[in-house]
């Protein structure tokens, strides 16, 4: 398990805050992190997936108010929004199951990450530049 109790502890009273005033679906930490490539330059990749109200930006103006003091890049989806773009092969949707680690809703979590397993055995993958979306 990739540094999980390390990123809990960091991101956890962030979490139970956020729950204690919306349905919260999951939360992984992705990019340099959470493939445990990051130099001590890199920011923190939040996706975060749950019952937002208001515009992106303003979702996470939002969360910023429960986020620890650090270089952040929260992405916060409504769950619609989220399985929208996973099945559209976006980038930041395909990386977070892929790369991620789970900081929140592993329940959540398992149904795409067995989606995500699927695209792989079907062919998807990352060029130097794209990623090949498998061919279903």
């Known amino acids: 398990m990739k540094s999980l109790d390390k990123w809990q502890t960091l991101f956890q009273a962030m979490i139970d805050q ?18 445990e490539e990051a130099t001590r330059y890199s920011d923190y990749d939040i996706l975060l997936v749950g019952d937002f109200k208001g515009s992106f930006l303003e979702r996470s103006d939002w969360v910023i108010k429960f986020a620890p003091l650090l270089s952040l890049d ?27 680690v ?15 397993d699927y695209f792989l055995s079907k062919g998807m993958r990352k060029s130097n530049c794209a990623l090949i979306p498998p061919i279903i």
């Open 74 to 100: 929260l992405f916060c989806y409504k769950t619609e929004e989220f399985e929208e773009m996973f099945e559209s092969y976006a980038l930041t949707a395909i990386d977070a199951i892929g790369e991620g």
């Open 18 to 35: 956020i729950k204690s005033e919306i349905k919260l679906n999951m939360v992984i930490l992705f990019g340099s992190h959470g493939r």
């Open 102 to 116: 789970v900081l929140y809703g592993k329940t959540f979590y398992q149904k795409y990450k067995s989606r995500y």
